[in-house]
């Protein structure tokens, strides 16, 4: 293993701050200072022209080595695009000290340095900015060395430390993740993309000549607000999370603002629609934010190892290819080298499967196993009908119930999510369906409970260690920690305690008599931005999230040794294969999506296949038996 740390030009517009890494590493203003490495051998600081850098680079033979950084996803993607050295794999202490300390810790080399006693880290590089290399004196760039080095210290005793956490697949898809970003194999098709912006641009454009009214008037809430009250609309109103006082409701989110879109004033229709599509940018802005990548070559795709408290990934460098649109141009613009197609193989119902095997509801565990249509079945418990006779509108509600109302969604937002879904139903009967699947899956619920004793555990300082939910092997309550995993990173709940304020709210709204205080309890955790409200229907979401992750980290590394893996989405896992070799990829790829882990020989997997010459528009693989 070879620690290093690359010293780069910056100033006060051209800098990591104000640009993506991908957009500050190809720019014609990048500039490596110098770099510093540490190896068997010792230290040293290397510095000089470009071409004089590079084969000091050579001579390390760092393409037979293992690179350790801190923020591997900039300095590995300098080795790749600058340099052409591509390491056999990438350690980064930055990713590792957000799967151990938390997301929300703060993992910055200065504050981990002083959490950990391993050193402290300089100041030289404030110095730095707006200095290129032929602006240092000797001195000035002996003290940027020593600095560097430093750093690569530093790095080195985080890495010694942080290590013992993990186990060899973790840093295996620590390496995967990071090389999805330094080994850029996707194309964008940016002729496409200028098609589709002149589009968004023209529909816009529209939008607001059918309105007849101002863009300045579009986009001031106050000055809009007028407008709609003189036309005598109600205009709706919320509570800022900002400042906590009320303002206008008028953005893309906020329900009661886009249903006006139905008005029956078509000024009105017309003003909102061009409201929404003056104010929503996301897809303007990402297109050519893609157009430009593609100017500079192909997309590496930027992901965020154990960006969430689940351990899932998560989008980075201002391009979050996690929540493209099902359909989407974006999509169809990412293309497969020449002679490659994309295999998207994507798990099927996977948390609801988690769920199920992890509280012991076994007849929803079978169904899985069986290949019932799960969704149509619950419909015949809520409904009360043969599973022949349920219709395609109860089906959905089936679906809807499954898939969410697992964690503990009450009847009221349950009721709500119906109604922004199009499904008119009212408080009541949203009540009758969810004591219904309560009462039918009654061991999810039981599940809940466990978790909330849980919770009381953790808060009370109990130090006993028990097994949760039916699967010993699965997951453990750790105390003062949170839960144990599969993967051996703790689900963690720092500082958990009862939340006072909110425990005597729910008592004095209570109708029951008597009761224990500990009935009632609720809890809070302690996070970067303050404490978190956390509950057992909470919790169980958390576990089985983090329990797919777990699933997906392992088929991901399955088909890993096979094919080149070049995107993960939530529960997918998108590789590029041999257009020659597409059929019986796909029949493997499905294979070990279908594979049980270790921990759960007895959950029911399955998954969907699918491939295509672009991202967007792929065909389903049907396994052809003759």
């Not at 500039?31 to 022209?49: E, F, L």
């Not at 402290?120 to 002996?142: P, T, W």
């Not at 589009?199 to 009214?213: C, F, G, I, Y």
Request: proline share 3%.
């Amino acid at each position: 293993m070879i620690t290093l740390d690359f010293e780069t030009y910056y100033d006060k517009e051209y800098s990591l701050s104000k640009m993506t890494t991908e957009e500050y590493i190809r720019d014609p203003r990048f500039q490596v200072i110098g770099v510093g490495v540490r190896n068997k051998a010792g230290s040293a600081w290397i510095t000089g022209t470009d071409a004089q850098i590079a084969r000091e680079l050579q001579k390390l033979n760092l393409a037979d080595d293992t690179v350790l950084c801190h923020n591997t996803m900039f300095d590995g993607a300098i080795l790749g695009w600058r340099y052409n050295i591509y390491p056999v794999g990438y350690f980064d202490t930055l990713c590792m000290a957000r799967a151990v300390d938390g997301v929300e810790a703060g993992n910055s080399l200065a504050k981990l340095a002083e959490r950990y006693g391993v050193g402290k880290k300089g100041f030289e590089v404030a110095l730095a900015m707006g200095k290129r290399r032929e602006d240092f004196s000797e001195a000035d760039m002996d003290a940027y060395g020593k600095y560097c080095l430093n750093d690569v210290e530093i790095t080195r005793k985080l890495f010694l430390i942080l290590k013992q956490y993990f186990s060899a697949s973790e840093l295996r898809l620590m390496d995967l993740t990071i090389k999805m970003f330094t080994r850029p194999r996707i194309v964008v098709d940016a002729t496409l993309l200028k098609e589709h912006l002149q589009e968004l641009r023209d529909k816009k454009e529209k939008l607001l000549s059918e309105a007849n009214v101002g863009k300045d008037v579009l986009m001031s809430n106050e000055k809009l607000a007028a407008l709609l009250i003189g036309w005598g609309v109600d205009v709706p109103i919320k509570v800022s999370p900002t400042t906590g006082k009320l303002t206008y409701a008028l953005a893309k989110k906020d329900e009661a603002f886009v249903a006006l879109l139905e008005h029956e004033q078509l000024r009105v229709q017309a003003v909102v629609g061009a409201r929404l599509g003056v104010k929503s940018t996301l897809d303007e802005t990402r297109t050519q934010r893609l157009i430009d990548i593609s100017s500079r070559g192909s997309l590496p795709v930027p992901l965020k190892y154990y960006a969430a408290h689940t351990g899932r990934w998560g989008g980075d460098d201002k391009v979050n290819l996690q929540n493209l649109p099902k359909k989407s141009k974006l999509k169809e613009s990412m293309l497969p080298p020449d002679g490659y197609v994309f295999v998207d193989a994507d798990s099927s119902q996977i948390e609801a499967r988690v769920l199920a095997w992890l509280s012991g509801q076994m007849d929803l565990v079978d169904a899985f196993a069986n290949g019932v249509d799960v969704y149509r079945m619950t419909a015949s418990y809520l409904f009360n009908v043969s599973i022949s006779k349920v219709t395609d509108d109860q089906r959905f509600i089936g679906k809807t119930v499954v898939l969410g109302c697992g964690y503990g969604l009450g009847s009221k937002k349950f009721h709500e999510h119906m109604k922004s879904v199009g499904r008119n139903m009212d408080l009541l009967e949203a009540a009758v369906i969810i004591k219904q699947y309560r009462n039918t899956y009654p061991y999810i619920p039981m599940l809940w409970a466990e978790a909330d004793r849980c919770l009381y555990a953790l808060a009370s300082k109990e130090l006993k260690t028990s097994p949760f939910g039916k699967r010993p092997n699965a997951v453990r309550l750790l105390p003062g920690i949170g839960f144990d995993l599969p993967n051996g990173i703790p689900l963690k709940y720092n500082d958990i305690e009862e939340d006072v304020e909110e425990t005597n709210k729910r008592q004095l709204k209570s109708t029951r008599l008597g009761g224990n205080r500990e009935d009632f309890m609720q809890y809070r955790y302690k996070s970067r931005n303050g404490y978190v409200k956390i509950y057992g229907g909470k919790v169980v979401e958390n576990i089985c999230q983090a329990l797919a992750r777990n699933i997906i980290a392992e088929q991901m590394l399955a088909i890993s040794e096979k094919y080149e893996v070049v995107l993960t989405v939530h529960d997918s896992v998108v590789c590029i294969v041999k257009k020659s070799e597409q059929e019986e990829a796909c029949e493997l790829i499905q294979n070990f999506m279908r594979r049980r882990p270790a921990w759960a020989q007895d959950l029911p997997l399955n998954c969907e296949v699918k491939y295509g010459d672009n991202y967007g528009n792929t065909e389903k693989y049907v396994h052809v038996v003759v």
